[in-house]
């Protein structure tokens, strides 16, 4: 059974909304890999008792979230957009086996790229893969969207999305709870079905078949009852809109009628459809990509979009005030902010600074040390998405010139050489260059740019509890990598230049590993200490 909350009012984050929804739907499991903007919710979720735990990615963890939903058991699974490029080739099979338990998928993309290496959007994930997707516009619908993205994950047995934005994930709004009500959950058993759940062609064909049906059953039950209100007001300008950018419509256009679509796939085309007829002009308003638009036009609805330089960024008052003027003027420049940089005291800036000396040609990786990219630095080339490093170096060891080669270095730190980094040193080991190859993981023992969030080279669960620990040295040598050094970044400082020198100079290939804890993470460690010594 689902807890019953009192009923409360409180001010809430959409991150903690979601978490607090969680909790009150009796999630069995939350799973995730921390990432901004959606990093919060699992550990809002585990800090409120809920079961909560870190994969090493995103892929791993839809697997397990969707083997729990097998069971019967209410899941929930946390990334950030480009998780979910990670996480598809699950997602695109589990819509044809379909779930027993509730799976809801939150997908909190970046637009504007506030903590990101792209601002894709997610939307097209629910067409491509054939799953439906709610988007909320606060706290408030990230509470209600999330139980009835387990209402309807249950009814039709059917993973869903449940997409957030960065305004909508860390903005703070009043929070009504008990929310949307929320059936008993399914018991947690196991049921064999073999021609469900096994995606053989055989079995796939069929089942492909019954999610363009429940599709179907989902795109008319939105057209009926979707949360999908209607605000009537002027019958000149007509506004349909969804998420965040409802907020800003309500102020730019007050008096603007405004469909606000909250399951913006499968669309409710009719409902869409007889509110374009109501008005004399519609707009769509949308950040992002022009998906709503798009869809409407191939329904032949007579609505207009915005202008392709509104494609780009965050959507505010302002720019939807310009749009729906039909403003295309150049915009005004925003204000320069200070640019990131690596922490005072960090011990990747040594080995930077020693990569930057030697003129290396250096293949870097998602983290805080892709900020050493930055001045005074200026010792990162390529940076493309998690674990790239040591394949783009790889890449570029087997073309270059000889004299180039030798100078290439893939760099990347712990937490993402787990997530997507043994893969590529599996691939260093079968495919070796000529001139070798050179691996440096700098490992401060946290996941630090999102938050100081364990992983699984750390030995601590999400709670910090201690837990099986990967052992990267162990690895390497179990790989047949014999070239291992580790080194401290901050005692050795002047010996780093000789250590990565001699590594280059040598046609074979080497893992040098600069370990020191993260000052904030030993700082967060030693309070978590003293706290729990409390009596």
Known sequence: MS?????????????????????????????????????????????????AQ???????????????????????????????????????TAAYTGVTGGLVIVSADDPGMASSQNEQDNRHYALAAGVPMFEPADSQEAYDFTLR??????????????????????????????????????????????????MIPAYARPAHRRLRTKLEEIAAWNDKEGPNPIIDRDGELGIIT????????????????????GLTYPLPIETMRGFVASVRRCVVLEEGDPFLYQAARAASLEV????????????????????????????????????????????????????????????????????????????????????????????????LPLEQARRVVSVIGDSTFVHSGITGLVEMIYNPPPTGHVLIILDNGTTAMTGLQEHPGTGRRLNHEPTGKVDFEALAHALGIKNVRVFDPVVESDAISGIVQAALAKDELSLLIGRRPCLLAAGASKARGKADAKP
């Open 3 to 51: 807890q019953k909350p009192d009923a409360i009012r409180q001010l809430a984050s959409g991150n903690e909304a979601v978490a607090l929804a969680a909790l009150h739907a009796a999630v069995k499991l939350g799973a995730g890999y921390p990432g901004t903007p959606s990093t919060e919710i699992l550990e809002v979720f585990a800090a409120q008792g809920g079961p």
């Open 54 to 92: 870190w994969a090493p990615n995103e892929k791993v963890a839809l697997e397990v979230g969707l083997g729990a939903a097998f069971a019967g058991a209410r899941a929930l699974v946390t990334m950030k957009h480009v998780g979910l490029n990670v996480a598809s080739d699950p997602l695109f």
């Open 149 to 198: 993205a387990i209402e309807l994950s249950e009814r039709w047995r059917i993973p869903v999305l449940l997409r957030m934005t960065t305004r909508v994930c860390h903005s703070t709004t009043v929070l009504q709870t008990p929310g949307h009500p929320v059936p008993p959950a399914p018991p947690v058993v196991f049921v064999r079905d073999i021609p469900g759940r096994v």
């Open 242 to 261: 969804s998420n965040v950018t409802y907020q800003h419509v309500r102020e730019a256009a007050p008096g603007a009628s405004v469909l606000k679509l």
């Open 304 to 399: 207009s979009g915005k202008p392709e330089m509104y494609r780009f960024g965050e959507l505010d008052v302002e720019r939807v005030r310009r749009i729906v003027a039909g403003d295309t003027s150049p915009e005004p420049l925003p204000t320069a902010g200070k640019p990131p940089e690596l922490c005072p005291g960090c011990p990747h800036r040594n080995v930077f600074e020693a990569l930057r000396g030697l003129g290396c040609i250096v293949a870097g990786d998602i983290g805080c040390y892709t900020l050493g990219v930055l001045p005074p630095f200026s010792a990162m080339d390529t940076c493309v998405c998690m674990g790239a490093a040591i394949g783009v170096g790889l890449g570029l060891r087997h073309t």
